[in-house]
């Protein structure tokens, strides 16, 4: 499934603790495709706490806790990690990350905490969503088989990679519109990863996040920029990476395009991509603002210059899934609109 349809079903996973409807969910997919990050996100957007365990770092004694004599009985000691209410609060997330990971007794010892929502004594709290994530057999992590009694305790769902859905993330979280046009140039680049081969460094979701930062930590050290990305992507997406984004130098004036100066379109591809996501990036931080409108209008004029309307048709799909209906109320819009009548607009 698509990330932001993953992040559908989380949201009203969460949503359904209230309901007693909770089903346990397990999310399935290749290292760095952001399992994790899609977690967190639904966290903060309820503003609710995330306990992380990390089953395969763990003894079974880690969950199940430690005996102690009481009287005559023996007694868990509750292992501080776990949800409690008056600690951690009434409601959040338990995420039991790097599950297929875990040894088999591990496992075991989760089956309980799973289902039933409890280990011995030990009560999850009503309002705690439990989800969980591991990686595939196929893709050259250690993986355990994962048993089908602890299977049958989840809910499963498996994470595809989707670069509208990147994309959109990426504008949110201001990641360089540098990569963004890059992987709008390259989109199979986006996630690239052959475990056959078993790779240090490849391009995925998680690794461009990375470029991002060298891009900004290296920009300034041209010799080491080049190999600071590959150490992030990979040799080869490294590489067209940096070349990339040394060509950005024949790109156009973007203020004159957003002050509604006429500007040419260059005529090499990867530079429309770039100039396409950077005026995305002035709509995002335009919008709002007083001028606004206007700036946003500008490159909605601009959008139509394109040679090729499906570019524009990409900006401006870009551009609302960033700041949404206020697209639509430019003046500019319909003028536009008509000129890509017949070309997909939005999905």
Known sequence: MRPVQILTILNLEFAS???????????????????????????????????????????????????????????????????????????GILFLDEITSAPPAVSAAAYQLILDRRLGEYQVP????????????????????????????????????????????AYH??????????????????????????PVAFPSPRSWEFAHRALHKFSEHPLLLQGALQACVGPSAGIELHA???????????DAI????????????????????????????????????EIIGNILRYAGRF??????????SDMHRAIGSAVFEVPEFMDWAQQVADVMLFE
């Open 17 to 91: 603790t209230h309901k007693g409807h909770h089903t346990p969910v397990m999310l399935w997919g290749p290292p760095g495709v952001g399992k994790s990050q899609m977690v967190a996100q639904v966290a903060r957007k309820h503003r609710v706490p995330v306990i992380d365990i990390r089953l395969s770092q763990m003894e079974p004694s880690d969950l199940r806790g430690i005996p102690f004599r009481s009287g005559n009985q023996v007694e868990w000691a509750v292992p501080a990690l776990l949800p409690d209410a008056n600690h951690h609060g009434h409601e």
């Open 126 to 169: 009503e309002h705690w969503a439990i989800f969980a994530a591991g990686n595939r057999q196929g893709d050259r992590g250690v993986t355990y088989t994962m048993p089908a009694p602890l299977a049958n305790r989840f809910s499963h769902f498996e994470v595809e990679t989707n670069l509208d859905d990147w994309v959109s993330w």
């Open 173 to 198: 979280n201001a990641i360089d519109e540098r990569i963004i046009a890059f992987l709008r140039f390259r989109p199979e680049l986006l996630f690239d990863f052959d475990p056959a081969h078993n």
């Open 244 to 254: 990339f984004v040394n060509s950005l130098d024949q790109m156009p004036d973007l």
């Open 258 to 293: 957003t002050a509604g100066i006429e500007v040419a379109v260059p005529n090499e591809i990867d530079l429309q991509y770039a100039v396409a996501a950077a005026l995305v990036g002035r709509a995002i931080r335009a919008y709002g603002q007083g001028t606004g409108r």
């Open 307 to 316: 040679p090729q309307r499906e570019m524009g048709v990409m900006l401006v």
